[in-house]
């Protein structure tokens, strides 16, 4: 006989005598499946009973209303958090309280522990008993070798012995260490989205909090051009040249045609000292060209930088979320998936607050303001 299926048997031995001399009886699985597996073995064996899972809770109430009375067979799966207490029914705790019977053990020893609870509560009394294979999901995955070589000598015969349970605990607790892994990393994977959520969210509740965001559109459009700068510089040595052939053609491009910048001035000139003077420039400009307006541009500003930000925002979560789902490949090339996560989400990230940039000065530069007469 196979081990599975000599486990079974015995369980519903079990069964069978506690139900005949009247004593209560909890059968607790960890699958649907194997609930119902029971239940159709316990039908054949005209074992009456009941059946508690997800598919008829609307009965939960009643059944384990009943499940501590005198004969009573209830099969529930999963059922150790349910919250409610069995109540021993008249002359259970002669015949010695409701037995638990577990037919299998959980991955987790905290569910098991919760089950074996559902026994002697309130100094009732009561017992429990797992019953156990080598073919068990747990057992296949993280059963010792030395384990299954020993039941394979013994054959189907049913043992009892604390080596046998402390090769079990064992196998619960790598379970356990390999659940909590992924917890930590999942946990770990969370944190980089939390970050840059709190960035988002602290610039987000400034604009809501103020009337005038100015000053963000200010660190917006010195953001711009600054990149603008570096995307034009080359190191040579210990300095940095400029190609400002291609520079003051992007710089118009953008939308600042007036800006008289003489490259021929700015030979010797550090490569800060330029970068100060072009973005104190190109804000004069905007400012010059607004001033008239300024009390009709500033809530545009704040409409405007909160719709491009919530956007932007939007379409990242998106892009991070496809970027988790595909990331634990980068194991297969000996890449640290966590490391690359980290990295490749930094980059993202900046690659969002530079397009909100980008997007806040063109259409800031786009603005049209006209002036109609009475």
């Known amino acids: 006989m196979e081990p599975k299926k000599a486990k079974f048997e015995a369980l519903i031995a079990e069964v069978k005598e506690l139900h005949e001399k009247g004593q209560p009886v909890l059968v607790g699985t960890v699958a649907v499946e194997t609930s119902e597996f029971l239940s159709k073995i316990f039908s054949q064996r005209k074992i009456p009973h009941e059946v508690l899972n997800a598919k008829n809770h609307a009965r939960e109430a009643d059944i384990i209303a009943k499940a501590g009375h005198k004969g009573s067979v209830t099969i529930a799966t999963n059922m150790a958090g349910r919250g409610t207490d069995i109540k021993l029914g008249p002359g259970v ?27 002697g509560r309130q100094g009732d009394p009561g017992y429990s008993r797992f019953f156990v294979s080598v073919q068990d999901d747990l057992m296949v995955r993280f ?36 659940n909590f892994d992924v917890r930590k990393t999942l946990l770990e994977y969370d944190d980089v989205l939390r970050q840059q959520r709190e960035i988002i969210y602290e610039q987000r509740n400034f604009i809501l909090e103020n009337e ?5 559109v200010k660190d917006m459009f010195d953001r ?55 973005t104190d420039m190109i804000w004069q400009s905007y400012e010059t ?3 008239p307006f300024k009390e009709v541009v500033i809530p545009v500003e704040k409409t405007l930088v909160l719709r ?24 297969y090339a000996q890449n640290n998936p966590l490391q690359a996560y980290v990295e490749e989400g930094f980059a993202l990230f900046e690659d969002m607050l530079a397009r909100v940039s980008n997007e806040t000065v063109l259409y800031c530069l786009n603005l049209k303001i006209e002036k109609k007469e009475n």
């Open 93 to 119: 705790k002669e015949l010695g309280g409701l037995a638990v019977l577990g037919s299998e053990r959980h991955e987790s020893r905290r569910i098991d522990n919760q089950l074996r609870g559902r026994s």
């Open 143 to 178: 059963g010792s070798e030395r384990m299954e070589g020993l039941f394979k000598t013994l054959g189907d015969v049913a043992i009892e012995s604390k080596m046998i349970t402390r090769s079990i605990t064992s196998a619960q607790k790598r379970v356990e260490g390999v």
């Open 212 to 216: 005038d965001v100015h000053s963000i």
């Open 224 to 278: 711009v051009i600054l990149n603008l700068i570096r995307s034009y510089s080359t190191p040579t040595g210990k300095e940095v040249k400029i190609d400002w052939e291609g520079l003051l053609p992007a710089i118009e491009k953008l939308g600042f045609s007036d800006i008289s910048l003489n490259p021929t001035t700015m030979l010797d000139v550090p490569l800060s000292e330029i970068e100060a003077k072009l």
């Open 289 to 291: 060209k607004i001033a």
């Open 308 to 331: 491009i930000v919530d956007r932007a925002w939007v379409e990242h979560i998106d892009t991070m979320s496809k970027l988790r789902e595909g990331i634990h490949l980068r194991s």
